[in-house]
């Protein structure tokens, strides 16, 4: 009775009798199972060694065999991968965005980031004017469904020429307005026309929206308005998003004439045109007005953000439309998130309207200045190979050709290895880059020291590429 098939019967038996034992509870002596069962001591004792190596009874010498405490159930790892099908194709790419809003591992250099450092935010004036606002009495309410009557009319006055309290939507943020107006003007599969190169977070946000971005040539003056109508009518596209103040990446500022060309060009193809005002607080020097203050046929969709100038978490902007397309913006905003908290707007309120706001125009322009001074300069001493597309009048970033034959990848991993950061040129166009680009940004350094130690590590990646180290 000592063969195999005893030892495997009885195993199944004492089993079973586990299952029915509270853990902790004593089994039956040997001698008692080897009575019930008419088995010899080898068989009991393998049963019960293969019962212990599954981890249901414990044996404790001179006390007995124990039913083992209960086991936790192991969690299998989830299957996930049907919501590969369900999904379908890939519609929200963030890489491009999230790498500019990545925060930089210590003591790694920022040259990339679309915001004003710390030490450039009125972080004081800011916290003065959030204390003020939760202390207003309907602080807490909520807001009316197209923003507060005090902030609409700001931004009204901000932008200027006709536009009154009535045309200002307020959203939460310069990207949260593109994401409206691009789902609002335009159905999923139509295209949209934009500058090239141009902000990756608008590519982004056109294809979350399932609009086909079509490129647009610029030159340093901006987006070339033939250009634009050949554009509309090889493509039947019904909007143009463009940035005419301080392009980004490039700079380059459109004139007054070819705004005013830019208009007609896309009244005559019965299209709107999405005015990112971004840059309006960054300038060092004077501009031409906003298009929207040009146009009287509702062409034109404006967009003036307060996170630029203040911080990247005051997400409150101002989106200005006329006639059907306000209201159909006005509808997709309260569909999709119904209003932008009342504190923060009532913080943006009191902040705009203090004294401390004008005061913080000034210290940013004259910071600007200086730190796009120290950038440039840094360039000619360090990488004179490095060529400047234009110096910009003001803004956040210089937008740089690399030397022939330059491998942009390369530049930006050698880059990141002497510990600095930069923003490669591909992320900003929507379709195959003319040639190696970097955006270099000059806000993000803590400091004219960290800046020109960014700069003098970047040099070296600019000038002597890995590819080239090893012919």
């Known amino acids: 009775m ?43 004792s393998r049963a019960i060694a293969q019962l212990a190596a599954e981890g249901r009874v414990v044996t404790r010498p001179g006390a007995g065999v124990f039913v083992a405490p209960a086991r936790r159930p192991v969690a299998e790892t989830p299957d996930l991968s049907w919501q590969t099908v369900a999904l379908g194709d890939r519609v929200v790419d963030d890489s491009a965005t999230a790498s500019l809003l990545a925060q930089p591992p210590d003591g790694v250099v920022p040259l990339t980031g679309g915001y004003l450092n710390p030490e450039l935010r009125p972080v004081n ?8 606002a939760v202390r207003r009495p309907e602080a807490w309410s909520m807001p009316p469904l197209n923003g507060l009557p005090e902030l609409r009319r700001w ?48 590519l982004a946000a056109a294809k979350a929206a399932g609009l086909r971005a079509s490129a647009v040539p610029l030159d340093r003056d901006g987006v070339r308005p033939d250009l ?40 005559a193809a019965g299209a709107f045109v999405i005015e990112d005002d971004y840059a309006r607080y960054l300038t060092t020097g004077p501009v031409p007005p906003p298009m929207v203050t040009m146009d009287t046929h509702g062409t034109v969709v404006h967009i003036l953000s ?38 923060l707007q009532e913080t943006a309120a009191e902040f705009v309207g203090s004294t401390a706001w004008r005061r913080h125009l000034g210290t940013v322009r004259q910071g600007l200045g200086v730190r796009q001074a120290t950038l440039l300069a840094g360039l000619a001493r360090h990488a004179p190979a490095a060529e400047v597309h234009l110096v910009p009048s003001g803004g ?42 970097l955006r270099l940004t000059h806000t993000a350094a803590t400091g004219l020291a960290e800046l020109e130690e960014g700069i003098r590590r970047l040099a070296p990646a600019l000038s002597h590429q890995p590819h080239q180290s090893h012919q």
């Not at 909007?239 to 830019?262: I, K, S």
């Open 2 to 44: 000592n063969d195999d098939s005893s030892i495997a019967r009885l195993a199944a038996m004492l089993r079973k009798e586990t299952e029915r034992s509270r853990p902790g509870e004593r089994l039956p002596s040997s001698r008692e199972i080897m009575r019930r069962h008419g088995v010899g001591p080898v068989t009991v």
């Open 125 to 132: 004036a800011l916290a003065a004017a959030a204390a003020r």
């Open 155 to 202: 931004f009204a006055a901000e932008v200027g020429g006709a536009v009154t309290q009535n045309d200002v939507l307020v959203v939460s943020g310069g990207q949260s307005a593109l994401t409206l107006a691009f789902r609002a003007l335009a159905a999923p599969g139509s295209p949209i026309l934009m500058e090239t190169p141009t902000y990756p977070g608008a």
């Open 228 to 267: 634009l109508a050949e554009a509309f009518a090889m493509t039947g596209a019904r909007v143009f998003y463009c940035q005419p103040t301080l392009q980004n990446p490039t700079g380059a500022t459109l004139t007054r004439e070819r705004r005013e060309q830019v208009l007609a060009v896309a009244r």
């Open 306 to 343: 307060l996170s630029k100038i203040t911080s990247p978490s005051l997400r409150v902007a101002g989106l200005t439309a006329r006639g059907p397309a306000a209201h159909r913006l006005r509808a997709c905003q309260v569909v999709e998130s119904f209003f932008v908290a009342r504190p």
């Open 396 to 437: 956040l970033h210089v937008w740089v050709r690399l030397p022939p034959g330059a491998d942009e990848a390369e530049v930006v991993e050698a880059a990141q290895a002497r510990g600095v950061l930069v923003s490669p040129g591909r992320i900003y166009y929507p379709s195959e880059p003319p040639g190696p680009r």
